[in-house]
């Protein structure tokens, strides 16, 4: 199979576990034949530096020509003060809009070998493996006003949280369709108590809910929703969320299995290419110094595997090699708890691609002596 892929490696520690992310997609090119070309495009603060703008028009190209896109991060201090419409996270808002990327998928699965990482007890999140599907391309982050105003003299501010039915819906349509994979359990958060939008929300969820009457639905405020996911995360197979939410809740459920340099993410468009992408950010507090995980980054190119390129058994085999290295107790120093050594990027990037080239070792000797 050939494939294009775009790559946006952006910025701090994005540039970092991008390039681990390449390492792996060549070296399941070599292992099962297949040929990823790479097309590199700039966001972000870099994208600032060297063009003016967090999204030039050339990485539009280059994402809308590709296969899929592969993201790093985007963001740190340097850029904390350029004005609000042109900061490195603007690029990331923009490309969503412009690939259509509606929705974003966000695996949390329990690592076995990673049991000690977690500040929850065991048995709370032994066996955690739940969905949140967020919505991605509107809510408070894109609603028209946002912007500072003056009213009757005095300073004030507006930002505002719009989405059609439609959006709406496309969204919860995908979360019961996923559900319907899985455990058949889904999970609706609003806030439906205050907020008008997710009363139709919720209304929206009843109406799609007729049409899928396998999966079984219930409705969280999403203040409980916090509470539950660290109670009893257990509970819950597939939720689906608006944008802000989403987006506050992911990066609560990282914590149940350790870090946030575990978790992949699936940026997902009806018509043109996905974009895969970790959850976390720049991390500038640790940027070029070899300490990122970059596992979050290999699972999302694993993701990209499965889900744009319908490469099953590529994608199992790159999951198999993580999990391969946490069990011989490789550790990046987020993931280290109470180990007493941690390894470089570099080093847990060479070791997933040694147990992900010594499985075809191993599978060949196998197969000599079937
Ligand atoms: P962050 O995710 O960058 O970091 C939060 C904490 O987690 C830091 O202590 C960091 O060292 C740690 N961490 C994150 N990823 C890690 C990894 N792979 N390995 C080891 N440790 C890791 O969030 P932040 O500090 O709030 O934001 C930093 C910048 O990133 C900001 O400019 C923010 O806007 C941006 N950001 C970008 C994205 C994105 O590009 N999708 C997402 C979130 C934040």
């Known amino acids: 199979m050939k494939k294009s892929i775009a790559v946006l490696p952006g910025d701090g520690i994005g540039k970092e576990v991008t390039k681990g992310a390449i ?20 966001i972000g603060g870099s994208a600032i530096d060297n063009t003016g703008t967090p999204l030039p028009d050339k990485t539009v190209q280059v994402c809308k020509n590709s296969d899929a896109v592969l993201l790093g991060a985007v963001g740190g201090p340097k850029w904390d003060s350029v004005p609000a419409h042109s900061r490195p996270e603007r690029g ?19 690592y076995q070998s990673l049991s000690d990482s977690s500040p929850l007890k065991k048995e709370l999140v032994e066996g955690v493996d739940l ?11 894109f609603g028209k006003p946002s912007e500072r105003v003056t009213k009757d003299g005095e300073d004030a501010v507006v930002d505002t949280l719009f989405y059609t039915k439609e959006e709406i819906r496309k969204i919860i349509e995908l979360g019961f369709k996923l559900a319907s994979q899985r455990k058949k359990k889904l999970t609706s958060v609003d806030k439906a108590n205050v907020l008008e939008s997710s009363r139709v929300w919720r209304e929206t969820a009843e109406e799609v809910a007729k049409d899928y009457p396998d999966v079984t639905v219930e409705h969280m405020l999403v203040d409980n929703a916090a509470m539950q996911l660290i109670r009893n995360p257990k509970q ?24 946030l340099g575990m978790l992949p993410s699936a940026s997902v468009s009806k018509f043109g290419p996905s974009l895969y992408e970790p959850i976390h950010g720049s991390a500038p507090d640790i940027a070029g110094q070899n300490k990122a995980n970059p ?30 290295v946490l069990e011989n107790g490789l550790r990046t120093g987020d993931i280290a708890g109470s180990a ?13 691609k040694a147990a992900l080239l010594d499985q075809e070792a191993i599978s060949n000797i196998m197969g000599a002596y079937a």
């Open 23 to 42: 390492e792996i997609l060549e070296a399941v090119g070599q292992r099962f034949g297949h040929e990823f070309e790479f097309q590199y495009g700039e």
């Open 92 to 110: 990331l808002l923009k490309i969503r809009k412009e690939l259509d990327l509606y929705a974003n998928l966000r695996p949390i699965s329990f």
């Open 131 to 141: 969905l949140i599907v967020r919505e991605l391309t509107g809510g408070l982050y």
């Open 236 to 259: 819950f197979d597939v939720i689906v969320t608006e944008n802000m939410f989403g987006d506050i809740l992911s990066d609560e459920a990282s914590v149940l299995t350790g870090s």
């Open 295 to 324: 596992i979050a980054m290999i699972l999302s190119s694993a993701s990209m595997l499965r889900l744009s390129f319908g490469l099953e058994e590529e994608a199992a085999a790159v999951e198999k090699a993580v999990e391969q």
């Open 340 to 352: 007493s050594e941690s390894v470089t990027t570099e080093k847990m990037i060479a070791e997933i």
